[in-house]
């Protein structure tokens, strides 16, 4: 059971425990080379402005034991922002108590007191028993979509182009 | 060739323009049925506190023929802000003169401006000729990651469920 865990948004304090959960999922995602985050880079994305991002800590106690980190995106049929979960992260040692399903909750919570009309997310595709709890509190995947990303020297290429516009 | 297109952000003057234009869009994707977005929603998104997205729009002469609506998502692992591209659309008369391309290079333009790590957007996977186009600017589809969406009662009984948190 999950009723020992509190949730809480985060202060400034908290951004080496952010930057070390960053790590540990990607650890778990296989991904951990590609992690450059600073924790300057965090403090001025959470804390600056504008404010790119929030997070939330589940805590056993005074100890952070997962997170999550969030922004909205904006869905232009519906008129409304979105809350879209970047990270979700629990300690493999504190998984099975229910501590995910209560970020998302709050996740969902929070979408509903901002009047955000969705709430969404990725998950890689190997990662079957995430799926299979993202589609028991049912949420729906996006299959027919297809996510482009340019980025490195294909982004500064099209961004240096000479141009006519200021 | 697009020299006679200027590019230019919107006012709020262009609100209307911006849903036509929506509209526009979610018929291409046969999806207009979804669009509930009024002007109002509008108003307040992109140009309200807090600011939820920004537009910038393609004419000719004074006139709009194209847009590409857009807000900042956040990557964990670089630590930067990135640009995310919800819309992008040019009217189909003014189709094949390089209206949509010069729409990409502004907004690359503006995420380097930006120091943001990367540009990103969706297509649907049966619209061809758009991914022929992406992948010919160096876009590279991210097709490990599943997108999940939790929206209408779903997200309503998750977010309501009783819960120790204040």
């Known amino acids: 059971m999950s009723t020992d865990i509190t949730l809480r948004p985060i ?3 908290d951004i080496p425990q952010v930057l070390a959960f960053i790590r540990d999922l990607a650890r778990y995602e296989r991904l951990e080379h ?9 403090s001025e994305a959470l804390f600056g402005e504008p404010r790119y991002a929030e997070v939330v800590f589940a805590c056993l106690g005074p100890k952070p034991v997962g997170f999550a980190l969030f922004f909205h995106n ?14 979700l992260y629990v300690q493999p040692e504190m998984r099975g108590r229910g501590i995910g ?4 909750e709050w996740l969902a919570r929070t979408a509903l ?3 955000c009309s969705r709430l969404e997310w990725a998950v890689l595709d190997w990662n079957a028993p995430s ?7 049912g949420a729906r ?5 297809r996510t ?4 490195g020297s294909a982004l500064e290429q099209l961004g240096r182009r000479e141009s006519p516009d200021s």
Do not use: C, M, N
């Not at 399903?101 to 998302?104: G, H, I, N, P, T």
């Not at 799926?131 to 509190?137: D, K, P, Q, T, V």
């Open 74 to 87: 904006f869905s232009t049929f519906k008129g409304r922002p979105g809350i879209y979960l970047e990270d």
């Open 113 to 115: 007191e901002r009047r």
């Open 148 to 151: 482009f990303r340019l980025t």
């Open 34 to 42: 590609e992690v450059l985050a600073s924790e300057q880079d965090l």
């Open 131 to 137: 799926i299979a709890f993202y589609e028991s509190l």
């Open 11 to 13: 202060g400034r304090h």
């Open 101 to 104: 399903r209560r970020l998302l």
């Open 141 to 145: 995947p996006l299959d027919e979509w």
